[in-house]
């Protein structure tokens, strides 16, 4: 640059003393800057030209200022290519990874619309990438679970939806945030582990099923040598032993029974009306009369009524309640409440009894789980209560909230949905 500038200064400099010479230094002047402009048009054409037809040959070498903006132009563009060729690389390693992916993935932007999805997000929900871009997912994968899904915006929430191209396949959809404002919906089939999730459930019911009738028939016996007088004295306490666990044997099947109806049933109907006022009210009754019950005080602050299954609201109250009557000391409180809330209304059963450790709480509703097995066992108890509780929670779309502190107490709150309550008529 320094040359070109020595340059065109001597260029002016030779015409100015060229001119003056012939008495005129300001033509002098004009004619070099004349002859300087016309030499950088020229050379701005020929830089145009080849830029044109990418042919740099006459660039190549000299220091003039068009050589130097070629090179500057050269490395730039050479930049540029290096950087466009490692994009497409990497690109090409995301496209490769994705297409193997055994899950499905799909794009969405913030309007929930597909941008684009993956081969596996082709043959498991049936997305045709070119015809359904623009359209909403929901629209083309239909499926309330998965409507809720989108709705809530949950990444740690996810939904087990039938596959729309198979009967008997079943999809677990998860969404989570993906770049600016948009979103990736995560498909993966979950069919072998519903299956086996079902087979469990039918032997549970079907082996609790063939186990009743027979302990009807052994219960009955029992009851009925317990009341005979011609019954030998030294056989009384082994009967008695021998009703109390038979009786304990019935529960635990009443028990797996219950879980497998209600445990993936579906949502609850809704042509009832549950009286939760009445509910506590009849637990109420029922365990104070107990030897070993603490004060149950009840709190009823509203006669709103629960949309659901009166039956399995009365068992969820009954599990809480008897869990607490269990856990808490005879000189202790139970406290069973209900209040509507500016989310829906809850149902609550608190104890200052014995209270739960911190790393417990989060395994109480997993089912067979007891946090002392020893001690459940003698009181009856086999871990299937809150399994239950949860299901049937779940089936009224509500959801079980567990505080407890060991020493202190704990508070079991049953949150229902505002559109699962209804004002008492
Ligand atoms: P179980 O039939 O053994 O009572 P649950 O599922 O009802 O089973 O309860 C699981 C465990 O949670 C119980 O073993 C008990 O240790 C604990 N638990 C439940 N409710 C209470 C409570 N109110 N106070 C203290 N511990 C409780």
Redesign the pocket.
């Known amino acids: 640059m320094r040359k070109v500038i020595i340059g065109v200064g001597l260029l002016l400099a030779t015409g100015a003393l060229v001119g003056w010479s012939y008495g005129n230094l300001e033509r002098g002047l004009l004619v070099a800057a004349a002859l300087v402009l016309l030499w950088m048009l020229r050379n701005l054409v020929f830089l145009e030209r080849a830029i044109q037809r990418d042919d740099f040959t006459a660039f190549r070498f000299g220091e003039g200022i068009c050589q130097q903006l070629f090179s500057q132009f050269r490395y730039e563009r050479e930049r540029g290519d290096r950087y466009k060729s490692q994009r497409l690389q990497l690109l090409k390693e995301i496209r490769r990874s994705t297409r193997a992916m055994p899950d499905g993935a799909i794009i969405l932007d913030a309007q929930l619309e597909i941008i684009t999805c993956n081969r596996a997000a082709k043959s498991l929900a049936g997305l045709k990438p070119k015809k359904d871009r623009g359209q909403r997912v929901d629209n083309i994968i239909r499926d309330p679970a998965l409507t809720e899904l989108l709705r809530a915006n949950d990444p740690a929430m996810t939904a087990d939806i039938e596959s729309p191209l198979q009967d008997y396949a079943w999809l677990n959809c998860r969404l989570v945030p993906y770049g600016a404002g948009q979103k990736l919906l995560i498909i993966r089939d979950v069919t072998e582990r519903m299956r086996l999730n079902k087979m469990r459930r039918d032997f549970i019911a079907n082996a609790s099923h063939e186990l009743r009738s027979p302990l009807t028939v052994i219960c009955g016996y029992l009851d009925s040598f317990v009341d005979e007088a011609s019954v030998p004295a030294e056989m009384r306490q082994p009967i008695l032993q021998m009703q109390a666990q038979a009786q304990r044997m019935s529960g635990i099947v009443q028990d797996l029974l219950q879980l497998s109806h209600v445990e993936g049933s579906g949502g609850a109907g809704d042509d009832e009306l549950v009286d939760v006022h009445a509910v506590l009210t009849a637990a109420a009754d029922t365990y104070s009369s107990l030897d070993s019950s603490p004060e149950i005080r009840l709190e009823v602050e509203s006669s709103a009524r629960i949309i659901g299954v009166t039956r399995e609201i009365e068992s969820v109250v009954a599990?809480l309640v008897s869990?607490?009557v269990r856990?808490t000391p005879k000189t202790g409180r139970i406290r069973l409440s209900w209040r509507v809330t500016d989310a829906g209304a809850e149902l609550g059963v608190s104890?200052n009894?014995?209270?739960?450790a911190e790393q417990h709480i989060p395994r109480?509703t997993e089912r067979f789980?007891?946090?002392?097995r020893g001690r459940?066992r003698a009181d009856g108890?086999?871990?299937?209560?809150?399994?239950i509780v949860k299901h049937i929670l779940q089936r009224h779309d509500a959801r079980l909230e567990i505080k407890?502190a060991p020493g202190q107490g704990?508070e079991f709150r049953c949150c229902f949905p505002a559109e699962r309550v209804s004002a008492a008529s």
Request: hydrophobic residues 40%; aromatic residues 4%; negative net charge.
């Open positions: 599990n869990n607490a856990h104890d009894g014995e209270g739960i109480l789980f007891r946090v002392d459940s108890g086999i871990g299937l209560g809150l399994a407890s704990s």
